[in-house]
């Protein structure tokens, strides 16, 4: 399903003042594709990105997937974590995986929070870890991963639940080049098998070169946006 942000806006008192994070943004990511979301720091991308994912709620605005509106001013926090438990995955920065758990349990774990049981995931869960190139470290915790590994297995994690909408904060920030360049093509073509609509914030132009449009943001708002192109 697509992905629609439509005019959100998002303020925030800032002593006698407010401080405009998101101004009036309205923006479409259709289903199986990949827009890079750009720009300085501060110019209000990962601030949009938290609002996409119901983290934070807008000041206005609405978010749609699909046809169906999931966050608005309104929302409440119990209603937010539903429609992401449900429909959205994310992959932050950091892969903020559990120290604790295997490459296959930080996936088994999604089915638990889903309510299912995690046996019942276990199949999938090996075949995304092998699309990610991580199946033969399924076994292995996080301290015994590189950080390009623990960033494929995030990506994994976060398809486990089969979302509709896929959201990403800055993948390749601790990465090199290379391994950059592997994980925006690992996604955008995870994109496009799964069909979920894919919202990525990055700060490294050059290894975007899978993405299907890339979209500018400068002060608050879209400063500009490249047509969809083939992917």
């Known amino acids: 399903m697509d992905l629609h942000l439509e005019n959100i806006t998002l303020t925030y008192p800032d002593g006698d003042t407010t401080l405009t994070a998101v101004n009036d943004v309205g923006l479409a990511v259709p289903a199986g594709t990949t827009t890079a ?3 300085p720091s501060g110019a209000g991308k990962s601030s949009l990105l938290a609002v996409a994912a119901g983290l934070t709620r807008p000041s206005s605005g609405t978010v749609r997937i699909g046809g169906e ?3 608005t001013p309104a929302t409440t926090v119990a209603e937010a ?3 992401r438990l449900e429909r959205i995955g994310m992959v932050f920065q950091s892969p903020q995986l559990l120290g604790s758990l295997t490459a296959l349990e930080q996936l088994e774990l999604q089915a638990h929070l889903r309510g299912r049981r995690p046996a019942s995931l276990r199949a999938r869960a ?6 990610v190139g991580v199946a033969d470290h399924h076994a292995k915790r996080p301290a015994q991963l590189s950080g390009g590994q623990r960033q494929r297995v995030a990506i994994a994690r976060a398809l486990a639940g089969e979302p509709q909408v896929l959201l990403v904060d800055e993948p390749t920030s601790a990465l090199d080049h290379e391994r950059g360049t592997q994980v925006v093509e690992l996604l955008t073509g995870l994109a496009r098998e799964t069909g979920a609509a894919t919202l990525l914030v990055s700060h490294d132009a050059a290894t975007l070169a899978t993405v299907d ?6 002060d608050a708002r879209i400063e500009q946006e ?4 083939a992917g």
Do not use: H, K, Q, S
């Not at 490249?226 to 192109?229: M, V």
């Open 69 to 71: 509106i999931v966050f």
């Open 126 to 131: 090996m075949e995304l870890l092998d699309a």
């Open 81 to 83: 974590t539903r429609v």
């Open 37 to 39: 979301l750009l720009g």
């Open 213 to 218: 449009a890339t979209v500018r943001m400068l």
């Open 226 to 229: 490249a047509p969809l192109t």
